[in-house]
């Protein structure tokens, strides 16, 4: 996929730029937009939230991508936060939520290596880890669906967009 990007030039005439290809973080969420309408048709999703949801995923440049959807401002608030918490929880551990959640309740794993709290922990599935084929990591969560269902359009986006669940051995 390419973008262009039109701009003025000081004599007034538009120039048309071409970019580079999308990044994969803003790819994902272009794939979960057009993924979104099918999720909805389940009635569990849709009346979870009314259908107001969020997505985000954030690449190792810093750049965060993400996009909300839904009517009420109070409920796509609600998800926006969730998510962003869940998106903020796996590009600081690595793990997906609910997962980091299961390793620190059982002793397994210190959260406070990760600069984490257990208040500030998000244990709702819908955050995980992705990977672009260098193995860079794509932090990515999705709220407003069941958890099972948030973590579906995510990996079935990734898939479609060329990311890993897993990092290259």
């Given amino acids: 996929m390419r973008a262009s990007l039109r701009t003025a ?54 750049a ?40 620190v309740y059982a002793g397994k794993m210190d959260e406070t290596k990760f600069g984490l709290q257990r208040p500030d922990l998000i244990g709702w599935q819908g955050g995980i880890p992705l990977f672009a084929p260098d193995g860079a990591m794509i932090a990515a969560a999705f709220s407003g669906f069941r958890g099972v269902t948030d973590v579906a359009i995510l990996q079935r986006a990734a898939a479609a967009v060329g990311l890993r669940l897993e990092p290259s051995a």
């Fill in 9 to 62: 030039h000081p004599s007034d005439s538009l120039l048309d730029l071409t970019l580079m290809p999308a990044s994969y973080p803003a790819l994902l969420i272009e794939k979960v937009i057009a993924l979104y309408p099918e999720y909805l048709k389940e009635p569990l999703d849709r009346d979870r939230t009314a259908g107001n949801a969020a997505v985000f995923a954030l690449g190792p440049d810093g």
């Fill in 64 to 103: 965060i991508h993400g996009h909300s959807f839904g009517d009420d401002q109070a409920l796509r608030q609600k998800v926006y936060l969730i998510g962003s918490r869940k998106l903020l929880q796996v590009w600081r551990t690595g793990y997906p939520t609910g997962k980091f959640e299961e390793l």
